[in-house]
């Protein structure tokens, strides 16, 4: 099944994890997030490559976060568009894959800096899917019909932290996100291919359709439809087949 996340995947992850937290055991609480390089970078790299060695590899000039037998790992936690033209430059030697991190389930604890206080984590209300990753991967569009562009998306269950530096009485309107740190792997999505971007075409959405209608199937946003179309339109797997009214309407590619 697609996406589906193996018992050798969820090792790797275990252990992955446990060695970022290997030299953290007595790390204050008020120091989470002040690293140069945050949890879950440090843990999807060790996920995707466990030896180090090749790891911050540099690459003209720029720095490869994983460089293995001519591949390229680029980790980007969010803002995929500040990788445009790192990437642009990268293919042109390189086979280069785009691991994003979207979330499944998500808990937030509060951060107080003046003294390290944590509150406990409660559950946000907000349920994502790998549906709400194309609202990033729009960005990327570009990028789509080159045969070395590939891009891995993993979904995770969160712990988010933020520090109580914001707005308001209670300090948490705009308050910044410190850290974000990846308690479970529930999903991994490579994608090489139309095929695996039909993936992201549900099997209720009746045809043609709309963006409204990709939207209520999905469970995202207007803005982040219109995005997934516009990302299945590059990648091959749709296209345009009219308007009903003022919307425009889509329809499947016969060769997916």
Do not use: C
């Not at 001519?70 to 280069?96: M, P």
């Not at 944590?118 to 559950?123: C, D, E, G, I, N």
């Not at 300090?171 to 993936?199: F, M, N, Q």
């Amino acid at each position: 099944m697609w996406g589906e996340v193996g018992m050798r995947a969820l090792d790797d992850f275990r252990r992955a994890s446990e060695r970022v937290y290997l030299g953290e055991k007595n790390e204050r609480p008020d120091t989470i997030g002040i690293r140069k390089e945050h949890r879950l970078h440090a843990i999807l790299k060790y996920y995707l490559s466990p030896d180090d060695r090749y790891h911050e590899v540099r690459v003209g000039k720029y720095w490869a976060d994983i460089l293995r037998d001519g591949h390229i790992y680029e980790v980007q936690t969010r803002r995929l568009d500040r990788l445009k033209t790192k990437v642009q430059e990268l293919l042109k030697d390189y086979d280069v894959t785009v691991v994003y991190p979207a979330v499944r389930e998500k808990t937030l604890a509060w951060i107080d800096p003046s003294d390290g206080t944590v509150t406990s984590p409660r559950k946000s209300p907000l349920h994502g899917t790998v549906y709400h990753s194309l609202y990033e991967l729009f960005s990327l569009v570009d990028f789509l019909d080159n045969p070395r562009f590939h891009v891995r998306i993993l979904l995770f269950d969160m712990q988010e932290y933020r520090a109580l530096t914001g707005y308001g009485k209670n300090r948490k309107i705009r308050a910044p996100r410190t850290e974000r740190i990846p308690t479970a792997l529930v999903g991994d999505y490579l994608l090489d291919s139309p095929t695996d971007y039909a993936h992201f075409l549900p099997e209720t959405l009746t045809e043609p359709f709309t963006v409204k209608m990709y939207a209520k199937e999905t469970g995202v946003s207007a803005d982040t439809a219109s995005r997934a179309v516009r990302v299945l339109s590059a990648a091959g797997v749709i296209r345009r087949a009219g308007k009903r009214g003022n919307a425009f309407l889509y329809e499947r590619e016969a060769n997916t």
